[in-house]
């Protein structure tokens, strides 16, 4: 099943999917969309997301950005609604949902929701709604799928918020983990240590640890770090440039410094991680 929602205007793109089907799954090879996905079915699936294996349980979602690449089993029971920046801007409505920093671009592993039967059953008739609309092809249908689209989100974010942080931490706490994310994202390739990042936030690097260890496993500077490996893994495993070009681009001068980096935290060398890469891809 693919439903889709495209506006010629803007290049907007909104799909509705299962991906059992080949229409679906070119999804997967398209660069730009944003997937939030849920396994409906009775079984727990496997799924593989920027060469980490995640098992993904009933009824957990899984929320992506653009830049993950994904493999996904072909029976599972996935539903997800994808949508490119053009159909919505996380950044520029984050006003509006608030998700930016908690769901998307929160870290350098990718948030999963575990729902209660009673969120189910919320998710179940949000789902159905979004397939009811695409019978609906007026002017105003793009609007209500954005409608739609932001009470997802928004319900996401509230269940995060309520069921994945500390319930002790207070909601300056929690803004301050999404700035100290959102920073990350755009900074990681440039600046490398916590003191530069609370500057920005006009705090100091003791304050953002203690903050971290009341809403994370990861301390800051762990979380720079993991930011930093895993845009190397899709250079690495998706781009045509050397080592020296990677390490360069993620603010390594010195290509012994960022491959010697790079071993200490994934335990091979950034060449043999491309090698084994391309060998399980190609095999």
């Known amino acids: 099943m693919r439903l889709q929602y495209q506006g010629k205007r803007e290049e907007s793109s909104f799909v509705f999917a299962d991906f059992k089907c080949s229409p679906s ?7 730009g969309y944003y ?15 920027d060469a980490y294996s995640i098992l993904l349980e009933k009824n957990q979602v899984i929320f992506c950005t653009p ?20 159909f919505y801007c996380i950044r520029d409505h984050d006003y509006e949902v608030s998700c930016q920093g908690l769901l998307f671009y929160g870290s350098s592993f990718l948030p999963i929701i575990s729902l209660a039967p009673s969120e189910v059953v919320s998710f179940e008739s949000m789902f159905h709604i979004f397939k009811e609309e695409f019978r609906n092809k007026d002017h105003i249908q793009g609007e209500m799928l954005r409608v739609l689209l932001k009470r ?16 002790s931490v207070s909601k300056p706490q929690i803004d301050l983990v999404r700035k100290f994310h959102i920073l990350v994202e755009n900074h990681f390739r440039e600046k490398h240590k916590v003191a530069a990042y609370a500057e ?6 003791k304050t953002l640890s203690n903050v971290f260890k009341k809403t994370s496993d990861d301390s800051p500077l762990q979380i720079i ?6 845009e190397a893994k899709r250079l690495l495993m998706s781009s045509s440039k050397n080592v020296d070009e990677i390490g360069y681009e993620l603010g390594y001068k010195e290509s012994a410094h960022f491959s010697k980096f790079f071993k200490s935290h994934t335990g091979v060398p ?13 095999k």
């Open 67 to 86: 830049l993950n690449i994904l493999d996904l089993p072909k029976d599972s029971d996935l539903i997800a609604v994808v949508f490119n920046r053009e």
């Open 225 to 230: 770090n993991k930011r930093i490996i895993l």
């Open 200 to 205: 920005l936030l006009n705090k100091s690097p």
């Open 35 to 49: 997937k939030v996905l849920w396994n409906k079915g009775e079984h727990a699936i496997t799924i593989t997301i």
């Open 270 to 282: 950034p060449t043999k991680f491309k090698e084994t890469y391309l060998l399980g891809k190609y």
């Open 152 to 167: 997802l989100l928004i319900m996401s974010t509230r269940l995060i918020t309520a069921n994945v942080i500390n319930a």
């Open 25 to 31: 799954r070119k999804l997967l090879k398209e660069k």
